[in-house]
């Protein structure tokens, strides 16, 4: 586009006519039109009242370079905020694990939440304040099931099974080996079907 159709483009996108713009620029209407039809150029003074009146740059009126966003404009990437998530998440369930085996103790599932409950807030935080937040949420999602669905699922697991056979159990952050090793397998088969149906439906839904 030259001047005129950046004129005229801009006139119209503010859903100006060209008598509204030549009061607003103090000039006539024909004048206007001249700009519009190339017959004439506005001089520098009507070209700094045009760029404060559609609010771009002068720059932009003349030559139609884009002015460069500021660096306080540009937002975030979303994808760093799920990656810091994802480790802090991940670092969680190591945790986890790792106190329950030295403990024996149900604090080991209180730690790998808490550690998860911070992942997940700065991934949310991410959807609300950066840049490609879609991709961002999908592959944390696809990523995470596996670590954010063990705790919860060992824990369901393990009280089901503890009742059912009849012995004493504890929250903690895995599957537990009580009465029968088949029932044993099927905690970790329920986890591994949450997770892949999970993983299946997100990269399914991508296409």
Same mark, same amino acid.
């Given at each position: 586009?030259?001047?005129?159709?950046?004129?005229?483009?801009?006139?119209?996108?503010?859903?100006? +006519?060209?008598? #509204?713009? *030549?009061?607003?620029?103090?000039?006539?209407?024909?004048?206007?039109?001249? /700009?519009?039809? %190339? $017959? =004439?150029?506005?001089?520098?003074?009507?070209?700094?009242?045009?760029?404060?009146?559609?609010?771009?740059?002068?720059?932009?009126?003349?030559?139609?370079?884009?002015?460069?966003?500021?660096?306080?404009?540009?937002?975030?990437?979303?994808?760093?905020? +799920?990656?810091? #998530?994802? *480790?802090?998440?991940?670092?969680?369930?190591?945790?986890?694990?790792?106190? /329950?085996?030295? %403990? $024996? =103790?149900?604090?080991?599932?209180?730690?790998?939440?808490?550690?998860?409950?911070?992942?997940?807030?700065?991934?949310?935080?991410?959807?609300?304040?950066?840049?490609?937040?879609?991709?961002?949420?999908?592959?944390?999602?696809?990523?995470?099931?596996?670590?954010?669905?063990?705790?919860?699922?060992?824990?369901?697991?393990?009280?089901?099974?503890?009742?059912?056979?009849?012995?004493?159990?504890?929250?903690?952050?895995?599957?537990?080996?009580?009465?029968?090793?088949?029932?044993?397998?099927?905690?970790?088969?329920?986890?591994?079907?949450?997770?892949?149906?999970?993983?299946?439906?997100?990269?399914?839904?991508?296409?």
């Amino acid at each position: 586009m030259n001047v005129a159709d950046r004129i005229q483009t801009l006139r119209k996108a503010k859903g100006m +006519s060209q008598e #509204g713009l *030549a009061d607003r620029i103090g000039v006539s209407r024909q004048t206007v039109s001249k /700009w519009e039809s %190339e $017959q =004439s150029l506005p001089d520098l003074e009507k070209i700094i009242l045009l760029s404060e009146c559609f609010e771009v740059t002068t720059d932009y009126l003349l030559k139609g370079i884009e002015p460069k966003p500021d660096a306080a404009d540009e937002k975030p990437d979303a994808r760093i905020f +799920s990656a810091t #998530g994802t *480790a802090l998440n991940f670092i969680g369930l190591v945790v986890s694990i790792m106190v /329950w085996i030295e %403990e $024996q =103790s149900t604090v080991s599932v209180a730690i790998g939440l808490i550690f998860m409950a911070m992942g997940c807030m700065i991934a949310a935080i991410g959807q609300f304040v950066g840049e490609c937040r879609k991709s961002a949420l999908r592959w944390f999602l696809v990523v995470n099931v596996w670590f954010l669905a063990l705790i919860p699922i060992s824990c369901v697991f393990n009280c089901i099974q503890g009742i059912l056979g009849g012995f004493s159990w504890m929250f903690m952050p895995v599957p537990y080996f009580g009465n029968s090793f088949v029932v044993f397998c099927l905690g970790w088969l329920a986890y591994l079907a949450v997770c892949i149906c999970t993983d299946l439906i997100l990269v399914k839904g991508k296409r």
